[in-house]
């Protein structure tokens, strides 16, 4: 017996062609909320496989400055901004870790991936340039509070350091504003270099310069005019003065109201940072050539 089939198959199958989108159409709308948290969760998972290294290693090392400075600067209870040395030193030298593996985090993501290969897995999977950056950036942020947090542990265990709060919200808000400054920053040298050396010249000619001469070990009252007014340009500066202002109560900022508008412009800094680096992104550049 013939088999019969329908006049119009499409009828028939509910699930026939017609019932996919048009071809360039979207399937996903709004934010890939599934592919964002995954390619977090990666980033994540990425540096908590090595958190010896990447974690409690910025903590101990982070110590050693702290005891080098104190023992060498902090005798005869010496006092700046009217606590103890130590009490200073401690606020900036946490910022300072949290910034250093922000970057160190969100540089290796898109690097890593041209030298071994598998840049294809950050380019193909349905995620927008937004969206990587977001993923990127979070993971980089999430590292710098772990190690935030280990630093501080470690500070803790030193004779004399006092991290009493004075002011949280300057803890949270520079804090975060100075892991997103320095995760973009990283997110753009990733995309622009080619091989690791791009990405250490970078860290060891900008970033750690940037970051000991921002007024971690000093205030910058104590400097000549012309090199205050160079620090008061270095965006670093304000991140770790603020952060101390959260603990002190005080700082080389100046009064309450400039350490607010500090607060806005880094916010208003990272912003341009993220449009900048949402273009580059967006267009490819060494990344899709």
Request: avoid cysteine.
């Amino acid at each position: 017996m013939a088999k019969e089939f329908p006049a119009n198959p499409q009828a028939a199958n509910p699930l026939g062609p017609r019932d996919f989108p048009e071809r360039g159409r979207p399937v996903i709308t709004g934010v890939n909320r599934v592919g964002l948290f995954a390619l977090y969760m990666k980033e994540v998972r990425r540096f908590l496989k090595v958190q010896t290294q990447t974690i409690w290693a910025p903590g101990v090392t982070t110590l050693l400055f702290l005891v080098i400075f104190t023992v060498a600067l902090g005798r005869e209870g010496r006092e700046v901004l009217g606590v103890p040395f130590a009490s200073f030193v401690a606020p900036g030298l946490i910022v300072m870790g949290m910034m250093q593996n922000a970057f160190a985090n969100s540089s290796f993501s898109l690097l890593g991936g041209k030298i071994q290969g598998t840049i294809i897995d950050y380019l193909m999977p349905p995620l927008s340039p937004g969206e990587l950056m977001a993923a990127i950036v979070g993971a980089a942020v999430t590292r710098a509070i772990m190690v935030g947090g280990a630093v501080a542990l470690a500070m803790a265990l030193w004779p004399g350091v006092s991290l009493s709060l004075v002011n949280p919200w300057a803890v949270v808000w520079f804090g975060l504003m100075g892991s997103v400054m320095l995760g973009l920053a990283g997110l753009a040298t990733s995309i622009w270099a080619e091989k690791f050396d791009h990405n250490a010249a970078i860290s060891n000619f900008i970033v750690a310069p940037l970051s000991l001469l921002s007024g971690t070990f000093y205030v910058i009252d104590n400097l000549a005019p012309a090199f205050q007014a160079i620090s008061r340009a270095n965006p670093f500066f304000y991140v770790i003065s603020g952060f101390r202002y959260g603990f002190l109560g005080q700082s080389d900022i100046g009064s309450d109201q400039m350490v607010i508008v500090a607060a806005i412009a880094l916010a208003l800094l990272n912003a341009a940072l993220a449009i900048a680096v949402y273009l580059v992104l967006r267009s490819g550049w060494k990344l899709k050539s």
